[in-house]
């Protein structure tokens, strides 16, 4: 494997004194390698002392004085880092600049390259000394003037020639092989040798592009923190570090004002493979964040806030957008921009932009139509920075104030102005909301037949848009099938299922609840989409570990009255959630309907309908001219009913669903509380499959029987499940019904279901709900409904 080869950059406060320069050499030891370069800023405030004696050179005596002090504090670094010849080389050398200082700040008129001369011994000091101690402990280090290797043309700030200075860099890179290279940030030089500044964070910027240009593959700022956070740690209390982001989103961070990162350093990385770390020297052993240029996924949403900002308000008679184009070609490009509709143009730009903007934009007043401007400074800004911003738009929408400005989106931030006393508080609030950590939600799926496939390929579309919707995180964390499980805390990729369980190794009850207990979420969530009767008699088990559940299978809501009790029991007392629409009707919002007119103050009083999509096809077909046993061999062939049709004729899944809808209406009752008449005749209830297959024209008479009477009455035979209760009575029945030809029951699409609600509410026109009540697609798609729910339930505790 090739090293990476790599260049350390190391600012002010990391070098303020002599404990600062041997903790520098210490990280350069432990955390970089013999060809490692370095570029390093001025000492402490080695560069602001610089330019108070440029400011205050006309008082004679004030400035040598703090020329002396300045003196002093260099000579103090060099005292407590080196000994010997290295100190002696490194005095004279300090007592020969500070003569060329001398004689410079005594000169009448300085030039623009003199004063820069000037403001670069800061930087010239440091490399100097750092390369010394680096030398002292035994290593081969050299320092290097960039003024030596960055040729630059004149410019608002210097162009660097790359070419050039690439050559030259590549240069030292050859004739010094296994040295520790340390450079002088912030500088460059003319291709006669005149020194420019590269101006603000202009060290920082030097090193990316001594990077780029030498070729390296990663730069590390060292600095006094750890990285980026995703809001201000001095002000956000539970602010996180990043271990991770795009150079997109680290772009957009700059832009808005983060203290860490800065726009221009990160222009050189662009187009390129090089990564950015951003670290503490105080801390070297700590986690870091690391910036990608080239990473897709978006890293945690970060919060950043300008106290103030210049916000400029006109009228524009152009496309905002060409304006726009403008000013990025002129490094000037707005925090954020909006247009009214009355053509009114708004653009932030940070106070220090502000005077720059101002000079432009009357530039290009004529040109493009910019009317009159205001510039106010009454409000500050708070953003929201993430790859994936879309995913927050809603939860940051939902703080803002009505004095808010319009929420301002791009590819990767939310922008809001509101007035500089709102900043502080809507910063925590968007930060808690969007930022703060995410519920975590993991699921394990029980059953990997039709319906679990299905959802399977539905969560996979679906779960982005959820997580936008919920504002938290939902993984697949668990496949279970009759014989093979796999929990994976990391997360299992729907698409993959196959592979995954394929993989999976045989399972217990108690192993497995131990492994989802152990897994690193907020809560669990299981989906019951077997036939299991065993996995049902486990769902006290489920809610005893604090696992909520989903029920395809029919038969917990249906099962005996003390074990249906127990269940909700366990529900209330632990704040739990079952539910099991999925096992009547499928997608149909039946169990929903009836809880919502509970809700509402109403009685439900009758239930009723057709809640087999096998019965309703047969009998929307069955007219009496050829034997309904035919009709029931053709719907086994064409896969219409269950491998054996008695499933389907003996009503028994009718009265399930009844009993289970009987239940949500808050009724105590048992299975056997519903009459049950079966299309079945008893003596070929229990014989084979086979035998019944045999035999099937034993149901032909009694069928015929019943629709010839029907047919008589001027009414459709239809076998129907209905529930009546009134003050005094409660009636619940399965069987053949006969109805009149224009009842909801009589003409249904073959396959459907119906349900016909009554209540106190809905009484003379009963509630109707009609459609699809199988199929893997809607009852996977119930399945998901009832899973968003559940999450919704526990997101509003």
């Not at 011994?121 to 100097?128: K, Q, T, V, Y």
């Not at 951003?278 to 870091?288: E, G, I, K, M």
């Not at 492994?515 to 989906?527: K, S, V, Y």
Request: proline share 4%.
């Amino acid at each position: 494997m090739v090293a990476l080869r790599h260049l350390h950059k190391f600012g002010g406060s990391s070098l303020a004194d002599a404990d600062c320069y041997k903790r520098v050499a210490h990280i350069l030891l432990t955390h970089g390698q013999s060809d490692d370069w370095i570029v390093v800023s001025a000492a402490g405030k080695t560069t602001n002392r610089l330019y108070e004696l440029l400011d205050g050179r006309l008082d004679h005596f004030g400035w040598q004085q703090q020329l002396e002090l300045l003196h002093q504090y260099q000579q103090k670094l060099v005292d407590d880092c080196l000994v010997g010849g290295a100190h002696k080389r490194l005095s004279d050398k300090l007592r020969e600049d500070m003569r060329v200082l001398h004689r410079l700040l005594s000169e009448e008129d300085l030039s623009e390259y003199q004063t820069s001369q000037i403001i670069a011994f800061g930087e010239l000091w440091s490399s100097r000394l750092l390369a010394e101690v680096l030398s002292a402990s035994g290593v081969s280090a050299m320092q290097l003037d960039a003024r030596d290797v960055l040729v630059a043309d004149e410019d608002v700030t210097p162009m660097v020639r790359e070419q050039e200075s690439s050559q030259r860099l590549q240069q030292v890179i050859r004739d010094n092989p296994g040295y520790r290279v340390v450079l002088t940030g912030f500088i460059c030089a003319t291709e006669l040798g005149q020194t420019l500044l590269f101006g603000r964070n202009g060290s920082d910027y030097s090193a990316t592009l001594i990077t780029r240009l030498a070729g390296f593959d990663r730069v590390t700022i060292w600095t006094d923190v750890e990285g980026v956070f995703n809001a201000d740690p001095n002000r956000i209390s539970d602010a996180k570090l990043l271990k991770s982001m795009s150079l997109q989103e680290a772009n957009r961070l700059a832009r808005l004002g983060s203290p860490v990162l800065h726009s221009r350093c990160l222009q050189p990385l662009e187009g390129t493979q090089i990564s950015l770390a951003v670290r503490s020297s105080y801390a070297p052993h700590t986690d870091f964040t690391l910036i990608s240029p080239n990473s897709q996924s978006a890293s945690q949403p970060v919060v950043t806030a300008l106290k103030q900002v210049s916000l400029f308000t006109f009228a524009l008679d152009t496309e905002l957008e060409t304006l726009l184009a403008q000013l990025d070609a002129h490094g000037l490009p707005p925090l954020a921009h909006w247009r009214d509709y009355n053509g009114v143009a708004s653009l932030a730009f940070t106070q220090e932009q502000s005077p720059s903007a101002r000079h432009l934009l009357a530039e290009l007043k004529t040109e493009y139509g910019v009317g009159a401007m205001r510039v106010s400074a009454e409000q500050g800004l708070v953003a929201l920075v993430s790859s994936a911003v879309s995913d927050y738009r809603q939860g940051f929408a939902r703080l803002l104030s009505r004095g808010a400005s319009p929420l301002y989106q791009d590819s990767h931030s939310l922008v809001t102005l509101v007035s500089n006393e709102q900043v502080a508080s809507l910063t925590a609030q968007v930060h808690r909301r969007c930022a703060g950590p995410r519920k975590r939600f993991g699921v394990a799926l029980f059953g990997a037949g039709n319906i679990g496939e299905a959802w399977l390929e539905l969560f996979e579309k679906a779960r982005p848009r959820l997580q936008r919707d919920l504002e938290a995180e939902l993984q697949l964390v668990g496949l279970v099938s009759s014989k093979r499980a796999v929990i994976d805390a990391n997360g299992i990729i729907a698409g993959q299922w196959q592979q995954r369980l394929s993989k999976g190794l045989p399972w217990g009850y108690e192993s497995l609840f131990e492994q989802l207990n152990e897994l690193p979420f907020d809560e669990i969530i299981a989906l019951d989409v077997s036939a299991s009767s065993g996995l049902t008699l486990r769902y006290p088990d489920f809610f005893s570990h604090g696992i909520h559940l989903v029920s395809a299978n029919k038969l917990a809501g249906s099962g005996p009255m003390p074990f249906y009790r127990h269940l909700k029991n366990q529900l209330a007392s632990r704040r739990l959630f079952w539910r099991y629409n999925a096992s009547v009707g499928a997608g149909l919002p039946v169990q929903y309907a009836i809880n919502d007119l509970r809700h509402s103050g109403d009685k439900v009083n009758k239930v009723g309908g057709i809640f087999s999509g096998t019965l309703c096809w047969l009998f929307e077909h069955y007219d009496g001219s050829s034997p309904f046993s035919e009709l029931v061999v053709k719907a086994k062939e064409l896969g219409i009913t269950e491998p054996d049709p008695r499933d389907d004729l003996s009503g028994r899944d009718m009265q399930r669903k009844l009993l289970i809808l009987a239940r949500e209406m808050g009724l105590e009752l048992e299975l056997e509380d519903i009459q049950l008449e079966s299309l079945v005749p008893s003596a070929l209830a229990e014989c084979s499959l086979d035998e019944f297959m045999q035999r099937i024209a034993e149901l032909d008479a009694p069928m015929q029987a019943a629709f010839d009477q029907a047919k008589v009455d001027g009414k459709a035979l239809r076998y129907v499940a209905a529930l009546n209760r009134t003050a005094t009575s409660l009636t619940a029945k399965v069987g053949l019904e006969s109805v009149a030809l224009d009842h909801a029951y009589a003409n249904l699409t073959p396959g459907d279901n119906v349900f016909v609600i009554s209540s106190e509410f809905y009484s003379t026109n009963p509630l109707i709900i009609r459609g699809p009540g199988a199929g893997r697609e809607v009852t996977a798609a119930a399945v998901q409904t009832d899973l968003a729910q559940i999450c919704r339930d526990l997101l509003a505790d």
